[in-house]
C-alpha cells in the first residue's frame, strides 16, 4: 500500500512540476519527426498509422497530466 501511494505522490508531483510543459512541448516536437507520405502505399499506411498512435499517446498523457492537476489521484486514494 505504501508503495502504491509513493507512486501517486510522484506522479501528482510530476504534474505539478515547473517542467511539465516542457516534457509535453518535446513529446510534440519528437511525434512531428514521421513524414506521412512513405516512398510505397504501405509505407505510408505505416506512417499514418504510427502517427495516429503518436497521437494518441501524446493526448491521453495530456490528458492525465489534466486529470492529476485536478485532483483526481487525491481523490483514487481514498
Known amino acids: 500500500m505504501i508503495d502504491q501511494q509513493s507512486h501517486i505522490q510522484k506522479k501528482i508531483a510530476f504534474a505539478q512540476s515547473e517542467h511539465i510543459e516542457t516534457v509535453i512541448s518535446l513529446l510534440k516536437e ?25 497521437g494518441d499517446m501524446i493526448i491521453k498523457f495530456i490528458n ?13 486514494q481514498q
Open 30 to 54: 519528437c511525434s512531428r519527426q514521421t513524414k506521412l507520405v512513405g516512398e510505397t502505399e504501405y509505407a505510408t499506411i505505416v506512417n499514418a498509422v504510427t502517427m495516429d498512435a503518436q
Open 64 to 76: 492525465s497530466i489534466d486529470f492529476i492537476k485536478k485532483g483526481g489521484l487525491i481523490t483514487e
